[in-house]
């Protein structure tokens, strides 16, 4: 484990990985604050509903990674990745300067305005931060180098929606979240700055910047390569999943277990410190290969503990007249296990994401592997979105309760797993790992 950590003694890697820390986080503070102004006080004086907001909000943030990804991927391939990070970040600083505005002024059409762009500029540094992994990595520190950068993404989400739930609580919040964000872009920014320059994936590489034809191009592209193909379905698979988990959070903290807004935050720091956790264990069981061993490992524990959750609680007892603390609700019997069944569901998402990744940075043909996180983005944002159709599906049109949704989607990936572990088995000899990824 020492040997994993001792990667932040390389400025490769160190830098990349505060840089893409503090934009998650940033993103998280940003975008929770606005959820919560948005359920508190803007919908009132709006005269809009809570849920129209919020869902416009969710929908702004993803539309860019349906609309840009592609292109992204093009110019990440063109273009050095250190100048590229640069540029992105230097725009989160305008960006956030133009969120201040909106909170200050109350002028809440900039606040979408900024959402809108916070998820376009996330949108470009996806492909830049993904495709630069592998090229500065050797292969035994590649799989470590992705479980720190997935421990770091899980934590800075977590720490940032926790940040904002403290900085709405202060007097003159407004001002504070605005200052908060802009310092967070300006941090990000300099961490940039330290970055080692690459070279060019493909220089003379022509940008189509027609983003329609640009993104079924490269869904055709990715089709060809079945192995990359599975892959990228399995990565948005994760997604998919931990979608439908976490929307449920703050029902079923309110509904299910009866808390209060402290026990939400536990909810979900234990799937996130889960996470991060089996982010990190992946080096160690995979000996620094880029293999697919864990694969089934990760999938079963995805399943069982999901099924789990289910039988856990139908066996509790809750008092549905009282509202919980965390001190309260831990006095309960069963409700550690529902507890244990959150951790080790973000453990094993952890030990099934990672080697994805690294197998898609490893395999992915150099002068494409840009473009290929692009579509991978693409594909990441439709599984979310269908995560909430398939929630909406289950509990509004079937009106199935909570556990049944998680006892459902335990069996959808037990299915889906087997599937894709059956496809990258099968194709895994179709490609080799490219001879740009530093050698061990």
């Known amino acids: 484990m020492a040997s994993q950590f001792s990667l932040f003694q390389h400025r490769r890697f ?14 998280n503070v940003f975008k929770q604050a606005l959820i919560l102004v948005l359920t508190y006080s803007a919908a009132a004086k709006m005269g809009m509903e809570i849920s129209l907001l919020n869902n416009l909000a969710a929908l702004l943030f993803i539309l860019p990674y349906f609309l840009f990804s592609a292109l992204a991927g093009q110019i990440a391939d063109k273009y050095e990745k250190a100048t590229l990070t640069q540029g992105v970040k230097f725009l989160e600083i305008v960006i956030m300067g133009l969120a201040m505005a909106g909170f200050m002024l109350e002028q809440y059409w900039l606040l979408f305005v900024a959402l809108f762009l916070m998820g376009s500029q996330s949108t470009f540094f996806g492909p830049i931060k993904y495709a630069y992994l592998p090229e500065v990595m050797h292969q035994d520190e590649l799989v470590g180098a992705n479980g720190i950068f997935q421990t770091g993404t899980s934590l800075a ?28 872009a300006v941090l990000g920014f300099i961490a940039s700055k330290f970055l080692p320059k690459t070279k060019a994936s493909v220089p003379n590489l022509r940008v189509n910047y027609n983003i329609f034809s640009t993104s079924f191009e490269l869904i055709q592209y990715l089709y060809r390569l079945p192995l990359l193909y599975f892959i990228i379905l399995g990565n948005s698979w994760f997604w998919f999943y931990g979608a ?3 929307a449920q959070m703050p029902e079923f903290t309110k509904v299910i277990l009866h808390g209060n807004e402290t026990v939400v935050i536990l909810l979900l720091t234990l799937f996130s410190v889960g996470t991060a956790l089996g982010s990190l264990l992946c080096k160690t069981l995979t000996k620094n290969q ?7 490992i990760g999938i079963l524990g995805l399943s069982v503990f999901a099924m789990d959750l289910y039988f856990a609680l139908n066996a509790i007892h809750i008092n549905a007249n009282t509202v919980y603390t965390v001190g ?5 019997s069963g409700v550690w296990r529902v507890f244990g069944d959150l951790f080790l569901l973000g453990l094993f998402g952890g030990v099934y994401i990672v080697p994805l990744y690294a197998f898609m940075q490893a395999y992915a043909p150099q002068s494409h592997r840009s473009r290929v996180v692009g579509v991978n983005n693409i594909f990441n944002a439709i599984f979310m979105v269908s995560s909430a159709i398939f929630a909406i599906v289950i509990l509004t049109v079937l009106k199935l309760s909570l556990p049944q949704l998680f006892l459902i989607i335990g069996i959808c990936n037990g299915l889906f ?24």
């Open 14 to 27: 160190s830098a990349m990985f505060f840089t893409q820390f503090l934009g998650a986080f940033n993103d």
């Open 417 to 440: 797993g087997l599937f894709i572990y059956k496809k990258l088995s099968y194709y895994q000899g179709s490609m080799q790992i490219n001879n740009d990824v530093m050698p061990l």
């Open 328 to 332: 309260a609700l831990i006095k309960i």
């Open 244 to 246: 439908t988990f976490l």
């Open 290 to 296: 880029i293999s697919l061993k864990l694969l089934p």
């Open 157 to 184: 989400i977590l720490t940032g929606m926790m940040m904002a739930g403290v900085l709405t609580q202060l007097d003159n919040s407004s001002l504070w979240i605005s200052l908060m964000t802009l310092v967070i």
